[in-house]
């Protein structure tokens, strides 16, 4: 079994920065990608930013340039550093993982979500 435990989100003033991180464990023998997603109430879940074991990165259109997206390899975790915070920014974020088991087996794996809230 594989877990992954988000910690970092909160309440911030537009303009502001809050920092999401993600840490995972279990039988993992490696992971491939690390990202984020993000759900508002009455939308889709979208892809904010995903980064490789290589270190390669991508962004959403509406990210790029304000949050940046890095991993610890050896700690199996990822973080995403969000800048310039707008009220659009809102909702529930996810952190996710395309994890290798010990006993080759590969699963995309949820966190719980962690709730950031872009507000005056």
């Known amino acids: 079994q594989v877990q992954l435990v988000e910690s970092g989100g909160g309440l911030v003033q537009p303009g502001g920065s809050l920092r999401l991180s993600c840490t995972a464990s279990?039988?993992?023998?490696?992971?491939?990608?690390m990202g984020w997603y993000r759900q508002a109430p009455g939308k889709q879940r979208e892809l904010v930013a995903f980064?490789?074991?290589?270190?390669?990165?991508n962004y959403a259109d509406s990210v790029k340039g304000r949050f940046i997206i890095s991993r610890d390899n050896a700690k199996n975790s990822v973080d995403l550093q969000m800048n310039s915070l707008r009220p659009e920014d809102t909702a529930a974020y996810y952190c996710?993982?395309?994890?290798?088991?010990?006993?080759?087996?590969?699963?995309?794996?949820w966190g719980q979500g962690t709730q950031v809230t872009v507000s005056s």
């Open positions: 980064i490789i074991s290589g270190g390669s990165t």
């Open positions: 279990g039988s993992i023998s490696s992971i491939n990608h």
């Open positions: 996710n993982a395309g994890v290798m088991q010990t006993g080759l087996r590969y699963g995309a794996y």
